[in-house]
């Protein structure tokens, strides 16, 4: 198949806009810089992985997550390298084409999509791989996938990071689409993604999730959502999900991954809308990455000093009965006032 053909525009502006988002780096990253903020490709969708990289320069994202499915750009590795070094962008992490849409994406066998992503990550430098649970009809590779995973992780420096996902709804009826576990932390993977629109979906506590992966939270997809049976992916703040407080406790916790903005902009009325979604999840992942939660220090502990014993109070003199009311005698020399 002949290279897509990746339109990169005029260099002059690129060279501009590189500027102009070292300027906002400077501005905005000083304080996060230990945590990368990344955009998903997905997140522009309907428009292209091509899009994504433009955007991703424009707003001052520290990176990309390349979602590997129908567009033929997002599957071709020296495509995305052109995207990569032209716009000054670089790829974070490889989603593997692991959804029903993506099922004929490089391959119908899952364990060599997962090897491309693998590939991919290693020749484009990125550090994850983010990988699903494999579906329940995908018996054999359901069977194996713990121990395969596993096992790839052994050969590479690339993370493996196994992502949450959720039972599937409709109406009061609920099926468990997903194998081994929808619950990703009920098996033992190296790296877990944690999703935060799928913990909405799922209606699961995300804070307990996220305590149960503890060191191995290797990669965060950061949304929103509100439990509704659909996979939301709102913008964070704009749901009920503890967006914030994770950001916040990261500080100190010894994370080493990507943050990766994957939100849902397909019902934006136009590009400007969709910019102005993606640029307020970037601030407020920044905002957060940047807060540490107040701790108050407990003084030091000293010893109480032993009570003395209060001294008894000495007993009230009685009070003298009081007497009978008499009439108040008439003051002397009182007179009327004169007439005026």
């Not at 849409?101 to 992503?117: E, G, M, N, Y």
């Not at 039972?167 to 790296?191: F, G, I, Q």
């Not at 967006?243 to 019902?267: P, Q």
Request: overall charge negative.
């Amino acid at each position: 198949m002949a290279d897509p053909v990746v339109r990169v525009g005029d260099t002059r502006n690129a060279r501009d806009t590189k500027n102009a988002r070292g300027t906002e780096d400077a501005r905005g990253t000083e304080s996060t810089r230990g945590t990368k903020v990344a955009l998903s490709t997905a997140s522009v969708y309907p428009e292209s992985t091509a899009t994504a990289f433009e955007i991703a320069a424009r707003l001052g994202y520290d990176g990309v997550e390349v979602m590997v499915w129908t567009d033929p750009v997002s599957q071709d590795i020296e495509a995305l390298r052109r995207l990569s070094d032209y716009h000054g962008v670089p790829v974070l992490a490889v989603h593997a084409p692991c959804l029903l849409i993506t099922q004929r994406v490089w391959s119908t066998d899952p364990w060599v999509k997962l090897q491309r992503a693998r590939s991919a990550a290693e020749r484009l430098g990125a550090s994850t791989v983010v990988v699903h649970p494999p579906f329940r009809w995908q018996r054999q590779y359901a069977r194996d996938f713990v121990t395969g995973i596993a096992r790839m992780a052994d050969e590479t420096d690339v993370r493996f990071a196994v992502e949450n996902m959720y039972p599937w709804r409709y109406r009061d009826r609920e099926m468990l689409a997903y194998a081994p576990e929808w619950d990703v932390t009920k098996d033992d993977y190296r790296h877990f993604t944690v999703d935060l629109s799928h913990t909405a979906t799922a209606r699961t506590d995300a804070m307990a999730m996220i305590g149960r992966m503890g060191d191995r939270l290797g990669h965060i997809h950061l949304a929103d959502g509100n439990g509704s049976a659909k996979d939301e992916h709102l913008v964070p703040g704009r749901g009920s999900q503890p967006c914030a407080e994770l950001l916040e406790g990261l500080a100190g916790s010894g994370f080493d991954g990507h943050v990766v903005i994957e939100v849902n902009t397909r019902r934006a009325m136009s590009a400007a809308e969709r910019e102005a979604d993606l640029a307020e999840a970037l601030a407020f992942a920044r905002l957060h990455l940047a807060s540490r939660p107040e701790r108050t220090e407990r003084p030091e502990h000293t010893e109480r000093p032993e009570r003395t014993e209060r001294p008894e109070r000495p007993e009230r003199p009685e009070r003298p009965e009081r007497t009978e009311c008499t009439e108040r005698p008439e003051r002397a020399g009182r007179t009327e006032p004169p007439e005026r």
